[in-house]
């Protein structure tokens, strides 16, 4: 039998040595060693390992691989983003230490989860209350209105609205299975249940077509809605709910892009960035210039010139992965999301409460559509969104709330103890 703690702290090594060899790498390529880089390197690999030694000691016996995983993006991501915006490099490491904090308390207050499925509504609440807040209160950057700004402090509401509109919707679609599934309402072609039973799902839809509308987030309106319409029909099986949900939502986008000119210019640069290289699509183009000029290998660490995205340590830092690391770096960071999330929907298969295993499956398929969204945008495979790469961009929220959505898919995978399989 393997030990899986033990494991896991190998890799949590592995990790580390990776995260500082690149912060080694960046540091010498200025020419000046560190000491504070190589300090805030120490301090994360403490806090990676003091949060395994925690789990130990409170007797959580959860899948070994979701810590390592986050270390390895969250490496990539402070390498990346020390040879990219020093400046930012500390503010990250700072969010980093809150995120494990906010992972440990997750991971804890989880082992009790299935009662937080008698409150759904409140969830509900809480949810649709962080993003009524962007819309309300939220400051316009980049077209988006999906920012708090107070103080010196900003935060996007929505990238902790996610986690609780997954506990609502894990919660309400668990206890009405079998009425979802079992359709008596014939509307033409579609056969539906009773309105009352779906009444919830379709204020969650109208929801993402709501931010769509008055806060113009098309990548928090695409999660949003992909993840009501993924996980409605996990629970149903009906593909009647999928083909009303796509219909709803390509009506809601051509009246947005009929309403406004920054999504028309996100749609137009899509379909033709070359129309306007310099302007508009300045940023697409460079990006794929930059991943172009990375081939397989990359330029290498500090030797490419992916300063010339704009926000590039935020909505492009996939595209400086890609042209400093090549195919095989970009290659690398794909398939490190795909284990995790193939992990994250091997928990909820195992989960043997059905909350659990809606709450894991919910939570899987937002860090799935996340990561699709972002890299997507970034190839031109679709249209920019505008969404975080988790836990490798930079910015507070993106990772806080990654780290309390990992936090709960480790709970929910201690079922009778994990293997290491």
């Known amino acids: 039998m393997i030990n899986t703690r033990q494991l896991e702290r190998n890799l949590l090594v592995v990790a580390g040595i990776i995260m500082l060899?690149?912060?080694?790498?960046?540091?010498?390529?200025?020419?000046?060693?560190?000491?504070?880089?190589?300090?805030?390197?120490?301090?994360?690999?403490?806090?990676?390992?003091?949060?395994?030694?925690?789990?130990?000691?409170?007797?959580?016996?959860?899948?070994?691989?979701?810590?390592?995983?986050?270390?390895?993006?969250?490496?990539?991501?402070?390498?990346?983003?020390?040879?990219?915006?020093?400046?930012?490099?500390?503010?990250?490491?700072?969010?980093?230490?809150?995120?494990?904090?906010?992972?440990?308390?997750?991971?804890?207050l989880a082992k009790r989860l299935e009662q937080i499925a008698y409150f759904k509504y409140i969830c509900g609440f809480i949810g649709v209350g962080l993003l009524l807040s962007a819309i309300l209160f939220g400051v316009d950057i980049g077209g988006n209105k999906n920012w708090i700004i107070m103080g010196p402090v900003r935060f996007q509401p929505s990238e902790f609205a996610k986690i609780f509109i997954v506990l609502f919707l894990a919660a309400y679609l668990s206890e009405r299975r079998e009425l979802l599934t079992l359709?008596?309402?014939?509307?033409?072609?579609?056969?539906?249940?009773?309105?009352?039973?779906?009444?919830?799902?379709?204020?969650?839809?109208?929801?993402?077509?709501?931010?769509?509308?008055?806060?113009?987030d098309m990548g928090a309106a695409l999660l949003y809605f992909g993840l009501a319409i993924i996980m409605t029909y996990m629970v149903s099986g009906r593909s009647s709910y999928v083909i009303i949900g796509?219909?709803?939502?390509?009506?809601?986008?051509?009246?947005?892009?009929?309403?406004?000119?920054?999504?028309?210019?996100?749609?137009?640069?899509?379909?033709?960035?070359?129309?306007?290289?310099?302007?508009?699509?300045?940023?697409?183009?460079?990006?794929?210039?930059?991943?172009?000029?990375?081939?397989?290998?990359?330029?290498?660490?500090?030797?490419?010139?992916?300063?010339?995205?704009?926000?590039?340590?935020?909505?492009?830092?996939?595209?400086?992965?890609?042209?400093?690391?090549g195919l095989i770096g970009a290659g690398a960071v794909i398939l490190l999301y795909i284990l995790m999330i193939y992990r994250a929907f091997r928990t909820s298969l195992l989960s043997?409460?059905?909350?659990?295993?809606?709450?894991?499956?919910?939570?899987?398929?937002?860090?799935?559509?996340?990561?699709?969204?972002?890299?997507?945008?970034?190839?031109?495979?679709?249209?920019?969104?505008?969404?975080?790469?988790?836990?490798?961009?930079?910015?507070?929220s993106s990772i806080v709330s990654n780290f309390i959505l990992l936090g709960m898919l480790f709970s929910i995978s201690e079922v009778r103890g994990y293997d290491a399989k």
Not at 26 to 32: D, F, P, T, Y
Request: net charge neutral.
């Open 21 to 108: 060899n690149g912060i080694l790498a960046v540091n010498l390529a200025h020419g000046v060693l560190n000491y504070q880089t190589l300090g805030a390197v120490a301090f994360i690999f403490a806090g990676f390992m003091a949060a395994n030694v925690v789990l130990c000691k409170v007797g959580h016996t959860g899948d070994p691989l979701f810590l390592p995983l986050a270390s390895l993006l969250v490496g990539i991501g402070l390498i990346i983003i020390l040879r990219l915006k020093p400046e930012l490099f500390m503010l990250q490491v700072m969010w980093v230490g809150v995120g494990l904090s906010a992972f440990l308390i997750s991971a804890i």
């Open 246 to 325: 796509m219909i709803s939502f390509l009506v809601g986008s051509v009246i947005c892009y009929n309403l406004y000119s920054h999504i028309q210019l996100r749609v137009d640069i899509w379909l033709n960035p070359w129309s306007d290289p310099s302007g508009g699509a300045y940023q697409i183009v460079q990006s794929l210039f930059a991943l172009g000029s990375g081939g397989i290998m990359g330029s290498g660490l500090t030797y490419g010139f992916p300063t010339m995205i704009p926000e590039v340590h935020t909505d492009f830092i996939f595209a400086a992965i890609g042209e400093e690391m």
């Open 352 to 396: 043997l409460m059905p909350f659990s295993m809606m709450v894991a499956a919910g939570l899987a398929v937002s860090m799935a559509l996340q990561t699709f969204l972002i890299i997507a945008g970034v190839i031109k495979f679709f249209p920019l969104t505008g969404i975080t790469l988790p836990f490798i961009s930079y910015g507070g």
């Open 183 to 216: 359709a008596t309402k014939h509307y033409g072609p579609f056969v539906l249940p009773h309105p009352r039973f779906i009444a919830p799902l379709i204020a969650v839809w109208g929801l993402g077509m709501l931010m769509f509308v008055l806060q113009r």
